[in-house]
């Protein structure tokens, strides 16, 4: 679904507290190292905390470890937001979309977090209209109901992740 290179990049994200400076010179330092044992550090892990673990499950969330190490995913939304710059404040995805046949389109789902502070939105929009033969409409509509569910899994991770977010230490 995402088209997500897996490029690395050394480049350091902007400097938000003395605390990310520290966390990021052992991590440029030692990343490679850490990366290196991760996944077998996730999976003892997970399997003495799991009740429902499974070894895939363990490699998706290592996956999702090294992605935010290496900056590819978002440490705010992971598997939310798309901007893969490392130490972005805007958070975003505008991924989802079903198009008409020119490749404009007719309906939207997506993803917003700015940097002023404003609240996280999930919006739904829609632009372009497109005439359907009836023996279409099944397959369009499909797609539509496809992609509204995507809104709803949106929705649903990023209400997950505000409460995290709000129940987390502040500093
Ligand atoms: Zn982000």
Redesign the pocket.
Known sequence: MNDETTRTTTSTSPAISGADEAVNRVLDASRDKIIAVLPEVVDKAAREAFADYTPEAAARIAETMIGILIGTI?R??PGV?T?TEPG?FD?FNHEHSVTNKDGEHILDVGFVQLSDGGPAAIYIGGMHHEDLRPEEVRAKTAELRRLLDQADEMADKVIAMTAVHAGGVQA
Do not use: L, M
């Open positions: 978002c705010d939304y937001c901007d972005h958070h």
